[in-house]
Structure formats: C-alpha cells, structure tokens
C-alpha cells in the first residue's frame, strides 16, 4: 500500500506546506486567527492546534512516546498563544521526518492496536492504512486551514506536491 519513500516524501511535504500556513498564518493577527469561520474546529487557530494534537497522537501510537493528556474534543485549543504553537509544531515536523527516515517495509507492515477514545474501545488495524491516514488527516486539515487564511486575505504558498522544493 505504501513505501517508506512514501512516508519520506509526505512528511517533506507536510513540514513544507505547514511551513507556508504558519507564514501565511503570521501577517494576520491573534484576533483574526482566532475568529470562528465556520470550521469544525471553528477557527484557523483551533484547526491548526487540531492537527497537531492529532499529529501527535498518532507519533505517540507509532512509536510508544507519550501522547497529548487531552481528547478531541480539547484539542482545538490546546494551543491557544501563537508563538508557542509554532514552536510546537515546527518541533513536531521534525520529530515526523526523523520517524520517517527510519522507516522499513517491516516497520510499515503488520497491524497495529490501540484504544480508541473516540470510539471508546480497542481498535486493531493495518499499520500501512493508519499511516496513510496520518498523512491524509494533515492534508484535509490543512486544505481547511489554507481556505481560512484565504478568505482572511492571507496568501499561503502553493500546495502541488509536485512542485515541492526538493
């Protein structure tokens, strides 16, 4: 289903296109990021803290590390001051590209079990289909979050995976 190239490249791509959204992101203001547009995590600042509590909970599922001590529905504003969630998710970005450096097809193969807070029970799956999820889950949030910031009168980046910088 995937490759560890695979991984490589979209945590390349994940880190460039959260790179643009936090450019973009930073010529508006607290007030303008923090405003309820409507978004199921309301604002462009509860959708990016989204993202990365979710990009954080499936590292913690991946690799063992401690996940975030809150639940989804907390997650929109478990980073509510700008500068630290930058930090924090540059930081973040990182942590998944050393991860998917280390990557094998052994590593991406088997299955993988966890439990669910939002189902409320243990779930087994296809590690292979959850990292792919990881990656799909940024990309959809991130969709919302360039849609946000547009409409702010921001201008992310381009977001073409094929003309990522190399």
Not at 52 to 80: K, Y
Not at 86 to 95: F, G, I, L, S
Not at 115 to 144: E, I, W
Not at 152 to 166: N, Q, R, V, Y
Request: some cysteine; charged content about 15%.
């Amino acid at each position: 289903m995937i490759s560890p190239d695979y991984c490589r490249t979209m945590a390349a791509y994940n880190a460039w296109q959260n790179d643009s959204l936090l450019i973009a992101a930073d010529t508006l203001d607290d007030a303008a990021r923090q405003q309820d547009r409507g978004a199921f995590f309301g604002s462009i600042m509860g959708t990016l803290s989204h993202l990365l509590w979710a990009d954080l909970v499936w590292m913690a599922r991946f690799t063992g590390i401690e996940a975030p001590q809150v639940g989804i529905a907390d997650s929109a504003g478990l980073w509510p001051d700008w500068a630290p969630y930058c930090a924090a998710r540059r930081e973040q970005d990182a942590v998944i590209a050393v991860w998917a450096q280390a990557q094998t097809t052994e590593s991406l193969s088997g299955d993988l079990s966890w439990y669910s807070g939002v189902l409320g029970r243990d779930v087994t799956k296809p590690r292979a289909l959850l990292v792919a999820h990881m990656f799909n889950h940024q990309t959809h949030h991130r969709g919302q979050v360039h849609a946000m910031l547009t409409a702010a009168g921001a201008k992310p980046g381009d977001t073409d995976l094929p003309f990522m910088p190399a």
